[in-house]
């Protein structure tokens, strides 16, 4: 027998239809690229997006052709979003921060049509658009097109979304595909994973279960995570599904841009990676500043440091909720924060916990497995390959790259090591392919690099494998030292003692002046191994 409710297909338009109608006060607002503040609401954001859908149609583009958009978070990325998915196509979104050869790769392997780009991005189009096998017209998103050669059409957005008329969403499928983002490709080509509107919809109900990107028509949340990063953190469905209003911080992610936004804006909630929120700290450390607004900031992309969560919680008063994810799990995975059976411990206790990746979100399910696919046991010791099933996380990768990363049974291999512990807090140890190997047993080097972080003198620190002829492999821990301070190997070593097995201490350590990043804000340890590739430690 079957139920007797209504069907209605999980379509990402609801999200902005819901907005226009509900929350008329809620605002959205962008540092645009030419240096303004733009303010609007969702129901123009609806419109505007509705105008961009009837122009795409009335320029042949057709349900599942991909779109790609070179762009910062700002209102008319937004609107393209919501544009291009609520007319059956693809966002296709482009990663400014890699390589020019690396976009065009990405852009072609995707399929592109149209090419969306803020002027800033300007010379990567002139550069890649010779490239650019399949992209027949480019459309700049700001007020005006700067002056640019490309050998095919350039439009103005204003230009191209002006004139009267209304649309009305396209009736997909739920299952059809929504948006394409390519993984940072740290190994090998980036590959692509295409979120359907089904699993987009899906992902902001998971994500904005309470405890995690939580939110509220009174929230002003800031998405300090680019839109081209990870399906940007689903936060551009998120935050009109429940009302919050938008702060779209544009091109400019220092610390300074971010203060000014935060406390300008009444910012109440904002979400990135750890370097962005490094920098943050920074600039107020050196200019003594405080947060007037902020209540939570969530952190994820890579594991938070200890001393992160200890400065935003007991010198701002900002709760931390550490969240682990990734773009083939559109990318809410799991969040940490503190469950009752954990309120009675210490401070510092707990906050073993918040460094930890933290439990699954329902609709995730989560598995640590030996190199056999033997389940590890869940005692927060025994690491594993990270495995995960569930509705938002990829069945496989666009085009059939990876395959060796989707089991028979229906799990995703992360490429991530785990523990797991009784409270089914998972901690991620290492990407599978950092891990140290020493003498047949594994040195977790997140876990390294977070305690040398709770040092006051060091900035960011990295910890490789470094090759060792008797132990295989043995770690170098790599450390940039905040400005004017100063400390040495010795510090660094007594600092660590007693906080891991003796084993695990480094050897040696080296003082740099920066730790390379990947385009999402990671540590590039291929980079660094290949800095290292000659290092020979001294007796
Ligand atoms: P991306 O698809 O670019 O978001 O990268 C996903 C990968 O980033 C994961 O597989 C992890 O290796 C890493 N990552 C994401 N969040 C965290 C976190 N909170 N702690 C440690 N690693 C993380």
Redesign the pocket.
Known sequence: MRGLMQDWPMLVHRFIDHAARNHKGAEVVSRTIEGGVHRTGYGQIQTRAKALARALKRKGIRPGDRIATLAWNTHRHLECWYGIAGMGAVYHTLNPRLHADQIAWIANHGGARALFYDNCFAPIVEAIAPKLKHVEFFVALGDEVSPIKTGKKVLPYEKLIAGKGNFNWEALDENSACGLCY??GTTGDPKGVLYSQRSNVLTALIAGQSSSLHMGPRDRMMPAVPMF??NGWAIPYLAPMTGASLVLPGAKLDGASLYEMLEAEGVTITAGVPTVWLNLLQHMDQNRLKLSHLKRVCI?????PRAMVERFEDDYGVEVT??????EMS?IGARSSIKPPLDKLSRERQLDFKVK?GFPHFGVEMKITDDKGKERPHDGKSFGRLKVKGPNVARAYFKGMGKEAFEKDGWFD???VATMDTHSFMQ?TD?SKDVIKSGGEWIST?QIENLAMGHPAVAEAAAIGIAHPKWDERPLLIVVLKPGATADKEMLLAHLAGKVAKWWLPDAVAFVDEIPHTA?G?IRKTELRRRFADFKFTA
């Open positions: 993984t940072s990063h990870a994820g992309g890579a594991a938070v550490h969240a682990w994810g990734m773009t990318p990746q992360t490429g991530d991620i990407r997140i999402t990671k």
